[in-house]
DNA sequence: TCTCAAAAGTGACCGCAGGTCATTTTTCGA
DNA sequence: TCGAAAAATGACCTGCGGTCACTTTTGAGA
């Protein structure tokens, strides 16, 4: 009977993220360090490296997990789109799904801008598992764009505005409401993927 | 003639200023250690913390005096702005000057989001000194929106979809240019503040 | 029940960061 | 030439991410 140990083991491993999560949610990603975490679960620093290589690492596993679970809520929706409109609604209930998780989306706004400076950390973040991705979004939009517009480039500029949009909020700049962002990237998908204005 | 005293402390603040802007320009901000900035201007760590009070000090007076220059250069173009879309042009001829000056837009972008953690900071980052402000578009943009949109909205709206550009770029993803989000914005500028559509 | 190798857990330690400050060196008017 | 004031120094502080030799716990087999 391994398996007792093993469970201990993934017991540990549990409890550690969980104490991430926490602290990363509160605190944001540099701000939290890995004794805090580990103090926090009842744990010494080193058992933190017998289960992730880095802070980095666990990190992506929850950016991986909670990128999963927000597009759980929003399965089965997307094939009701019948239009570019819908499909862009669809889209912004989505992301105002993440911006309603407490702090996350700075902290993930925090972690992209931290990952730029890493080659390798950039390189994971393009890949959709990580990312609120440009590519994503193409996807969803891609059959019901009515114009030469390349839909890739519809979803990288929706991706922008509502990242700059993170800035935007994290900053505390009262200017725009997410209901103006919305508005404002749902009228430029549809000025260059519909044919009626 | 304590002058000599003080032409000596001032040339060794430019020295150290020269030697931060070319790291950070090279490396980012917080790539960039204090001993490297001496050491690479031929002085001690202490040196620094007799004329700034905190790397961060330093870095805001570097911003302030480059958004001075970009300003610099766009100035009386502002003026023969007859309508929205030429004001909208001279906004991001001035806004892919950044662009051009090597990496900086991805350092003020990494900068931005840093500060976005500290109080102090964040509201600091606010004012138009340290900020491709909104408010500083809005302005420009204010006495050629011929409908009833705030053009403050349509200055932050110009900002975010400009940040975002930059979070796209500094991952090195390639599906935008400059051009497409220069039209993007233009686009929906126009859209929100023209009568004509 | 006892044994002991393997697995889990520990915390002192490393290099380096931003920042401090008592001390040394340089400057320059009297 | 002298000495106070200004400039420059670098050892030192705390805290970070990360390492690893060590101790403690676990559990299968005798």
């Known amino acids: 009977m391994a398996k007792k140990q093993q469970e201990k083991s993934q017991q540990t491993m549990n409890e550690l993220m969980a104490s991430a999560i926490e602290l990363f949610g509160k605190n944001g990603f540099v701000q939290t360090s890995v004794s805090e975490i580990t103090e926090h679960a009842g744990y010494a620093k080193g058992s933190f490296y017998r289960h992730w290589n880095s802070k980095d690492e666990l990190f992506l596993l929850i950016v991986e997990q909670k990128l999963k679970r927000y597009r759980e809520t929003r399965n089965g929706k997307v094939d009701k789109a019948t239009n570019l409109a819908e499909a862009m609604d669809v889209i912004w209930d989505f992301l105002e799904s993440i911006i309603n998780d407490k702090n996350w989306s700075s902290i993930f706004l925090e972690f992209t801008v931290y990952s730029a400076k890493s080659e390798i950390l950039r390189k994971l973040?393009?890949?959709?598992?990580?990312?609120?991705?440009?590519?994503?979004?193409?996807?969803?939009?891609?059959?019901?764009?009515?114009?030469?517009?390349?839909?890739?480039?519809?979803?990288?500029?929706?991706?922008?505005?509502?990242?700059?949009?993170?800035?935007?909020?994290?900053?505390?700049?009262?200017?725009?409401?997410?209901?103006?962002?919305?508005?404002?990237?749902?009228?430029?998908?549809?000025?260059?993927?519909?044919k009626q204005s």
Chains 1, 2 share one sequence.
């Not at 891609?142 to 990242?163: C, Q, S, W, Y």
């Open 125 to 194: 973040m393009n890949k959709s598992v990580y990312r609120l991705s440009n590519e994503i979004f193409a996807e969803l939009v891609r059959d019901h764009v009515e114009t030469d517009f390349p839909p890739e480039k519809i979803g990288a500029l929706n991706t922008a505005l509502f990242e700059g949009y993170l800035i935007h909020r994290s900053l505390g700049t009262q200017v725009l409401s997410i209901k103006d962002v919305r508005q404002a990237a749902i009228a430029l998908a549809l000025s260059n993927g519909s």
